[in-house]
């Protein structure tokens, strides 16, 4: 592959999406209306391509210089840069990586965002200072930064009401049924949530919370960590909890943040979610969550503008890709294309930097650079990763509710293959309803979601080949169900994002990956920053590592 070559690719890969014309649309029979045509956008995957089958890589034509760089733009890359300038430092340059913002992007339809990845935050535990200190500076948490109950702004924090799920027709408050159940299904439910309740404030053996969001302070006593030798549906049998609702549910929130079913996800990490959450604000309920019209990418607009008034500069973070890392005699070079000159023309630089902090996934790291030599093994210690999908649908107004509660922010379907949508002008306060809105719908790849057995590279496979109207039929699983066909009255466009390696599954044995324990001791002149270092693909776990890196380069 020819320079030419490498430069096209990867600019497509930027735009990353299949347009349909017109000529696409599926007319629907018996209610006689159109499928819009879905523009899909695949961010990163041609570049990732590229890297993984070993294209030649174009020479420079031009040369930066810079004390540290950034490689990568998500929530580590973008907190390590937060980190950097509240010390006071100016010289970094953060290299954006295939879609500014990674898991925490977003889109518009007009004026209306919505989320193409994460879309909220758990009130932060006391353990997770760096959130708190991050959310405090950006105006989230308007008093209190470090007391029990911190008060946040109200705007943030997700209105009422927060969540139902839709189950025999009926839509029921909550995401664990409890209409219709017999009472040893209501018993084992209650015995559930008292454990999970004891395990909140349970410490191990060398004093530290069982369960602890950033995972690096969670206790290392053997009693607990042997929860990661068996899986979550496991767990729950040995302890006694049959009920179809309950494991339905783990299953659901196993999904929901590992990509993958409680058949498969560590008992501890299946724990995790439930313990380790454990934030209070003086103003919202415990439990509730921080969210904006476009998600994550509410904060990531928060934090980059914040970045910019300490830094003194906007032009701190710049579009393209790292091809190629090597440490120098005098620090690292970095090999970046698609890096525009003052005319907007792409070019490929080398970036010669001090330090550097590599906040990318590890399987795309591992293509950058020899990872042996510090110790991580590529063959052994690469997490899983779990494929996505994450598709927004424009509605002109809303389609007609099923009887029960009413429309929330996050809307489920008990026991789909999918995990439901959010609506992303629930946080507007208004007195009528506005005309337009936008549901995003949510969608792993996983054995529930194909209905058999698929490998994660299968399933990848199965992605890249995918035709738009392959996708949509699994992007519009939950909206199907709720408001049949006649959701095409009101829906008139449609985006689907799909993530080949969205998050980083925490299967058994996570928790003694030597190769990621490696990786994130390193203090030395290339440092490694992101989620996958925790085996936990969430904000807070990246925003950690971020903020460790940078905290190591300033002392």
């Known amino acids: 592959m020819d320079r ?50 070993d294209a030649r890589l174009p020479q420079p034509d031009g040369e930066l210089r810079t004390d540290v760089a950034i490689l990568g733009s998500g929530a580590a890359g973008l907190s390590a840069a937060w980190q950097l300038a509240r010390a006071g430092k100016r010289d970094f340059i953060v290299i954006d990586g295939p879609e500014f913002g990674g898991n925490t992007a977003a889109g518009q339809f007009g004026g209306l965002g919505f989320p193409r990845g994460a879309h909220y935050l758990p009130l932060p535990s006391a353990e997770s200072t760096h959130m708190r200190e991050m959310l405090a500076d950006v105006g989230v948490i308007e008093q209190d930064p470090f007391s029990t109950r911190p008060r946040f702004d109200e705007r943030a924090v997700v209105h009422a009401p927060e969540e139902r799920h839709f189950r025999n027709g009926r839509w029921h408050d909550g995401l664990l049924p409890n209409d219709g159940l017999d009472a040893d299904e209501r018993a084992q439910h209650a015995r559930f949530f008292s454990h999970i309740n004891e395990l909140r404030d349970t410490r191990g053996n060398d004093g530290r919370r069982v369960f602890t969001i950033p995972l690096a302070l969670a206790s290392r006593d053997p009693k607990w960590t042997a929860l990661d030798t068996r899986t979550f549906r496991q767990w729950l049998l040995d302890e006694g909890f049959t009920s179809s609702t309950l494991h339905a549910y783990a299953d659901y929130c196993c999904r929901d943040d590992y990509g993958a079913g409680h058949d498969v996800v560590s008992a501890w990490a299946g724990l995790h979610y439930f313990a380790s959450r454990g934030g209070h604000a003086q103003n919202a309920a415990d439990g509730a969550v921080l969210t904006w019209p476009d998600g994550l990418h509410g904060l990531v607009s928060k934090l980059t503008a914040r970045i910019s008034a300490l830094a003194g500069r906007s032009d701190w973070h710049r579009p393209g890709m790292a091809l190629k890392v090597e440490e120098s005699r005098d620090g690292v070079e970095v090999l970046c294309t698609g890096m525009a000159d003052a005319n907007g023309v792409p070019r490929t630089v080398r970036l010669r930097a001090r330090r550097v902090i590599c906040a990318m996934p590890l399987h795309v ?9 510090f110790g991580f093994d590529t063959a052994r210690h690469l997490p899983p990763h779990a494929a996505w999908l994450v598709s927004s649908f424009r509605l002109r107004g809303f389609p007609a509710e099923a009887p029960g509660v009413p429309l929330a922010w996050d809307n489920v379907v008990h026991g789909s293959r999918a995990l439901g949508y959010v609506v992303a002008t629930h946080q507007m306060i208004r007195q009528a309803p506005p005309p337009r809105t936008v549901f995003t719908a949510y969608c792993p790849l996983d054995r529930a979601a194909l209905g058999h057995s698929a490998a994660p590279g299968e399933v990848r496979r199965w992605l890249a080949e995918a035709t738009p109207a392959d996708l949509m039929d699994y992007a519009v699983t939950d909206l199907r169900e709720v408001y049949g066909r006649g959701f095409w009255r009101h829906a008139d466009r449609v985006e689907i994002t799909a993530r080949g390696h969205a998050m980083a599954s925490p299967l058994p044995g996570f928790l003694t990956n030597a190769g990621a324990a490696a990786l994130r001791v390193l203090d030395g002149p290339i440092q490694f920053a992101h989620a996958d270092l925790s085996g936990l693909s969430v904000f807070e776990e990246a925003a950690w590592w971020g903020t460790r890196a940078a905290t190591r380069m300033v002392g």
Request: with cysteine; charged share 20%.
């Open 365 to 373: 790291a591992a293509h950058l650079m020899p990872l042996a030599r």
């Open 4 to 53: 030419r070559t490498f430069l096209i690719g990867a600019s497509a890969a930027l735009a990353g999406c299949d347009r349909l014309g017109d000529a696409s649309r599926r007319f629907l029979s018996g209610v006689g209306l159109y499928e819009p045509p879905p523009v899909v956008l695949r961010p990163g995957m041609a570049q990732g391509h590229a890297l993984r089958d």
